[in-house]
């Protein structure tokens, strides 16, 4: 990881927000490979995390880090969700040049509900 350090024993989850800031930019440029580095080091700092005794200090101080990095793991979760639905856009899309399936409008009470949940097209 170039931008990332590796947490040592006294700044377990420092960089949180960077790591979720990276995994946000990697996902909107669709940039597999660094998403799979993301992986891992997400991967390895849970199985660290899950190997050691958390005392109140350190569960307090990780508490913390994911507090501030709340406003970047709510981006993040709107661009994963914005990745899904142009992923289901894109193999419906498919799936009509295929000839699998014939276009067929969505209800209106589901395309009202869209609409009133901030889902639609504004």
């Not at 440029?29 to 958390?54: F, S």
């Amino acid at each position: 990881m170039d931008t990332m350090r590796e947490p040592g024993a006294s700044e377990q989850n420092s960089e949180l927000k960077v790591l979720v800031a990276e995994a946000t930019r990697a996902l909107a440029l669709l940039d597999a490979e660094r998403l799979g580095e993301l992986v891992g080091y997400c991967e390895a700092l849970n199985l660290r995390l899950q190997t050691k005794e958390l005392n109140s200090e350190l569960r307090a101080r990780l508490a913390g880090e994911a507090r501030a990095a709340a406003g970047e793991m709510f981006i993040f979760a709107r661009v994963l969700e914005a990745t899904r639905a142009n992923l289901a856009v894109m193999n419906r899309l498919r799936e009509l040049r295929l000839g699998q399936i014939e276009y067929q409008p969505k209800p209106i009470a589901f395309a009202e509900a869209q609409m009133r949940s901030g889902d639609g097209n504004d």
